[in-house]
């Protein structure tokens, strides 16, 4: 096994570890010289700042903090984060304390004390947030993640009580999942109030609403996975919901799709949309969203609609090729492999994806740490440490579902019913470079294959051996369990795993998981659960200037290789194809009993074909789900794969318009610098609360130009902070009068603020004198710079404002068009007279991946990662 030389944690990874996962004192009054303290240094209420530092001096109740970065800070105890643990080592001994605490004798308590600090030592185990946070530290703090919660009761006071539920699951810091299908359809019949129900989608707003109050007002987001039946009536509406902003926003979406429903997908048959008979005496007290229970009680099933399976199926494709939601589960094939589908069906998943749960069931999470178990000297795997690790974490998790605390008596009843357990990974992109194995080659599907196969068998042996030690989990039925897809397909791999249950029993009814673990992979330093490393460059900003730095590994490598580039084996999640994507993921799938958090990550110009098969694989390959990302999202309203929408005019016609709220203001100027006609603009003027009077001389005075039917101009394709812009710059009278802008995925804060600089550009060229406007537009906007850039010297891009002011220079001639950013732009569509000049001077960018402003430190470092939301910056994670 490789030997790690240990040191404390350094720059983001200590203040992870202080900040969300060391035990608090909630007593910052104890403060003294010579602590290490997070230090507020920007008290802002969206984007504040902490710092780790050294109390130097203290006078009542200020203090004065160097940071690690030697910066002197005077603050106030009331903004200092005071931990009690300083080190993982405190950590871990904690952690080991806590849940060894639950066995039943001093000895045993004793041993495992030992056993359990063995595997946390160095991080080979590294726990989930909730349990690092909580175990030992507070008799309050659940130690589960996430959380399924039934589906609401379809009246009023059901829906209230689910609202309830999940509110008070997400102010404890949990996640939460939500199956909709119990709710009935938009216009259905409500007779006790003689009107019609608003639909499931609408109810389904309402939570997402809630969702969004708890993130604006704790510390901690709340996370929301919304999902529906591909039998129900509002399926289509659910599909298309997040097209129309403002109505879901703070929830994560999926379809349960059936076998039945892919059957008919194939074979291009019709698909019944239906729901049960409200009017049946005995709808109140038991219909639950569960339609085969349902219709086995003999009960009646009103047929809403008929549609085309295939039709369906393509809205649900271009929906994920346009924003990346819906995604799919593949519920019924889930429940077919699941060990629990004789007592306790899964309905839904928590909001990353990784874990199917029975109403009121749990994740217990933790991740073997990967990057630990490479065997320098063999070049292998440290198999027999790896095993060991296993066997130890099962039993670690295992007793986490007696030593946590329960807030809901549901919760309890069902988790000690069946003892759910979700031992992950993460550091397995690290641990393939070591091996130097690409990640999505051929023969890394046939090594991933041998590691997840091997961890599954050790797993499931420690399981069976913890069962006859203290008994099966409650619910165990021998034979029914080991009916189970999963269990038939590792029993037939691995026969010893069979004869074990068969002789002990099996302590838990789900042993493994795959989770993202964005903030504890980050707080480690190693690649994050089964991801490839999204990127191995990145640019930091510092007092010291603007400087390339590596992620430690490609830093090793490059260090002993001076001159040389990475060699294949470092591969990133942009690199490598849609499809090697899925292919992985269907190879880990095999050996996980639960699910997995993934992401395929594909190019801006797949397409909506592309994105079909994809998810088509997914389903054939046996993947329980399926999310992508497309780089940009709406990218091809911009830059069209057909050419009879190869025009800049075309373009700008695609290209959507900015998702808004219903603000007649924000409406009214919408509709300015999209291009109304000049009778328009006295609804501007009607909407406004303050009229301008002819004293008030300035900009709006001048006259408006209208916009004819049909404008031409030029679409620059620019490398950004933020990800590839598509720049469209269209001409009126000879020079630039309108621009659209492209940036980012819609619906995100990029593409939000995006659309708004080219609104306000476009109604700003659009009055007075235009060759004056255009460059004074250009001189103001140039130069803008944000918390990142690209490129270098006079090839730099600062930001979004720098890229279109740069692209003007171009287009009005007024510049070499090579200054745009390391010759990274091209002019996509010129079919003016005069194209912009040198445009085949420009070379093809590389892949830069579209990113989003982070709500924790406000930089544009998130990216979308294993199902999730990550920030690279602040190890921020949406999921966590």
Same mark, same amino acid.
């Given at each position: 096994m490789e030997t790690v030389q240990k040191k404390r944690l350094e720059g983001l990874s200590e203040k992870i570890f202080l900040d969300r996962y060391a035990w608090k004192n909630a007593d910052t009054s104890e403060t003294k010289v010579g602590d290490v303290v997070l230090v507020l240094t920007k008290d802002d209420p969206k984007f504040p700042a902490k710092e780790v530092g050294e109390v130097i001096a203290r006078n009542g109740n200020n203090v004065t903090v160097q940071t690690r970065g030697g910066e002197i800070v005077e603050s106030n105890i009331e903004k200092l984060t005071l931990t009690i643990e300083k080190t993982p080592e405190e950590l871990w001994s904690r952690l080991a304390g806590a849940i060894a605490s639950v066995e039943k004798t001093p000895e045993k308590q004793q041993e495992w004390t030992e056993n359990f600090r063995y595997i946390l030592d160095d991080w080979k185990l590294v726990p989930g947030g909730r349990i690092a946070a909580g175990a030992g530290a507070s008799e309050e703090l659940t130690l589960f993640n996430c959380y399924v919660i039934p589906s609401p009761k379809d009246s009023r006071g059901g829906i209230m009580k689910t609202l309830s539920e999940m509110t008070e699951i997400m102010a404890r810091g949990g996640g939460v999942g939500i199956n909709l299908s119990s709710l009935r359809p938009r216009r259905a019949v409500v007779k006790g109030v003689n009107g019609s129900s608003s639909g499931s989608v609408s109810w389904g707003g309402l939570f997402s609403y809630t969702t969004g109050l708890i993130e604006q007002g704790g510390s901690r987001r709340g996370a929301l996975m919304l999902m529906i039946n591909?039998?129900?009536?509002?399926?289509?509406?659910?599909?298309?919901?997040?097209?129309?902003?403002?109505?879901?926003?703070?929830?994560?979406?999926?379809?349960?799709?059936?076998?039945?429903?892919?059957?008919?997908?194939?074979?291009?048959?019709?698909?019944?949309?239906?729901?049960?008979?409200?009017?049946?005496?005995?709808?109140?007290?038991?219909?639950?969203?569960?339609?085969d229970k349902w219709k086995e009680m003999g009960k009646s099933v009103n047929h809403v609609k008929t549609v085309r399976a295939r039709d369906v199926w393509q809205t649900i494709i271009e929906s994920a090729w346009k924003s990346a939601e819906p995604g799919i589960v593949f519920m019924e094939y889930y429940n077919e492999m699941s060990n629990s589908w004789y007592f306790n069906p899964i309905i839904c998943t928590n909001p990353c994806g990784e874990q199917g749960l029975p109403a009121w069931g749990v994740c217990n999470l933790s991740a073997v740490n990967l990057s630990r178990f490479y065997d320098a000297e063999k070049h292998d795997v440290a198999w027999d440490e790896l095993g060991k690790t296993v066997r130890y974490s099962v039993r670690f998790l295992d007793n986490v579902i007696d030593a946590t605390p329960y807030h809901f008596e549901e919760n309890k009843e069902n988790q000690q019913g069946e003892r759910r357990v979700g031992l992950g990974t993460m550091g397995l992109a690290e641990l393939m470079i070591k091996l130097q194995v690409?990640?999505?080659?051929?023969?890394?599907?046939?090594?991933?294959?041998?590691?997840?196969?091997?961890?599954?068998?050790?797993?499931?042996?420690?399981?069976?051996?913890?069962?006859?030690?203290?008994?099966?989990?409650?619910?165990?039925?021998?034979?029914?369990?080991?009916?189970?897809?999963?269990?038939?397909?590792?029993?037939?791999?691995?026969?010893?795993?069979?004869?074990?249950?068969?002789?002990?029993?099996?302590?838990?009814?789900?042993?493994?998981?795959?989770?993202?673990?964005?903030?504890?992979?980050?707080?480690?330093?190693?690649?994050?659960?089964?991801?490839?490393?999204?990127?191995?460059?990145?640019?930091?900003?510092?007092?010291?200037?603007?400087?390339?730095?590596?992620?430690?590994?490609?830093?090793?490598?490059?260090?002993?290789?001076?001159?040389?580039?990475?060699?294949?084996?470092?591969?990133?999640?942009?690199?490598?194809?849609?499809?090697?994507?899925?292919?992985?993921?269907?190879?880990?799938?095999?050996?996980?009993?639960?699910?997995?958090?993934?992401?395929?990550?594909?190019?801006?110009?797949?397409?909506?074909?592309?994105?079909?098969?994809?998810?088509?694989?997914?389903?054939?390959?046996?993947?329980?789900?399926?999310?992508?990302?497309?780089?940009?999202?709406?990218?091809?309203?911009?830059?069209?794969?057909? &050419?009879?929408?190869?025009? %800049?005019?075309? /373009? +700008? $016609?695609?290209?959507?318009?900015? *998702?808004? =709220?219903?603000?007649?203001?924000?409406?009214?100027?919408?509709?300015?610098?999209?291009?109304?006609?000049?009778?328009?603009?006295?609804?501007?003027?009607? &909407?406004?609360?303050?009229? %301008?009077?002819? /004293? +008030? $001389?300035?900009?709006?005075?001048? *006259?408006? =130009?209208?916009?004819?039917?049909?404008?031409?101009?030029?679409?620059?394709?620019?490398?950004?902070?933020?990800?590839?812009?598509?720049?469209?710059?269209?001409?009126?009278?000879?020079?630039?009068?309108?621009?659209?802008?492209?940036?980012?995925?819609?619906?995100?804060?990029?593409?939000a603020m995006?659309?708004?600089?080219?609104?306000?550009?476009?109604?700003?060229?659009?009055?007075?004198?235009?060759?004056?406007?255009?460059?004074?537009?250009?001189?103001?906007?140039?130069?803008?710079?944000?918390?990142?850039?690209?490129?270098?010297g006079p090839n730099r891009v600062e930001s979004i404002a720098d890229a279109v002011a740069k692209a003007l220079e171009i287009h009005i001639q007024g510049s070499d068009p090579d200054e745009l950013v390391s010759a990274a732009s091209e002019v996509l569509d010129a079919p003016t007279a005069t194209p912009a000049p040198a445009a085949a001077k420009m070379a093809r960018p590389s892949s830069v991946p579209s990113l989003d402003l982070c709500t924790a430190c406000g930089t544009a470092a998130l990216v979308n990662s294993e199902g999730c939301k990550t920030c690279t910056n602040c190890g921020y994670s949406k999921c966590s």
């Open positions: 591909d039998w129900h009536p509002d399926l289509l509406d659910f599909i298309t919901v997040k097209q129309t902003m403002g109505q879901v926003t703070n929830a994560n979406l999926s379809v349960c799709v059936s076998n039945g429903f892919m059957k008919a997908v194939k074979e291009d048959l019709d698909w019944d949309l239906v729901f049960p008979d409200t009017k049946d005496p005995e709808y109140d007290e038991m219909w639950d969203g569960n339609l690409r990640y999505g080659s051929p023969e890394s599907l046939e090594f991933l294959d041998k590691l997840y196969g091997f961890m599954a068998k050790e797993a499931y042996l420690s399981s069976a051996e913890i069962a006859g030690e203290k008994g099966s989990f409650k619910h165990y039925v021998e034979d029914k369990f080991l009916q189970s897809g999963f269990m038939r397909n590792i029993v037939g791999e691995f026969p010893e795993v069979g004869a074990a249950i068969q002789e002990n029993g099996m302590r838990n009814v789900t042993v493994i998981t795959q989770a993202p673990t964005g903030s504890t992979g980050t707080m480690v330093g190693t690649s994050t659960g089964i991801e490839p490393y999204f990127a191995f460059e990145y640019f930091r900003q510092s007092r010291l200037g603007f400087d390339k730095q590596y992620v430690p590994i490609a830093q090793e490598w490059k260090d002993a290789n001076p001159g040389q580039e990475l060699p294949e084996w470092f591969v990133t999640s942009m690199d490598l194809s849609a499809e090697n994507h899925i292919r992985v993921q269907a190879a880990i799938q095999r050996w996980v009993d639960s699910s997995i958090s993934k992401t395929a990550n594909c190019p801006a110009d797949f397409t909506v074909e592309d994105t079909g098969k994809l998810y088509e694989l997914a389903f054939e390959l046996g993947c329980k789900g399926v999310t992508i990302y497309r780089d940009g999202s709406r990218d091809v309203q911009v830059l069209s794969t057909e &050419s009879k929408k190869s025009s %800049a005019d075309e /373009a +700008a $016609k695609d290209a959507p318009l900015a *998702e808004k =709220k219903d603000d007649s203001v924000a409406a009214a100027l919408a509709s300015v610098a999209s291009g109304t006609d000049a009778g328009t603009l006295k609804t501007l003027e009607s &909407s406004l609360p303050v009229k %301008a009077t002819p /004293a +008030a $001389k300035g900009l709006f005075d001048k *006259e408006y =130009k209208s916009r004819p039917q049909i404008l031409k101009g030029a679409t620059y394709k620019v490398n950004t902070p933020f990800g590839m812009a598509y720049i469209t710059i269209n001409d009126l009278n000879g020079t630039p009068g309108e621009i659209f802008l492209n940036v980012g995925k819609a619906g995100s804060d990029v593409f995006a659309e708004a600089l080219g609104r306000v550009c476009s109604l700003f060229l659009r009055y007075g004198d235009h060759g004056n406007k255009v460059l004074l537009l250009i001189k103001h906007l140039k130069g803008i710079g944000g918390s990142g850039a690209i490129g270098f």
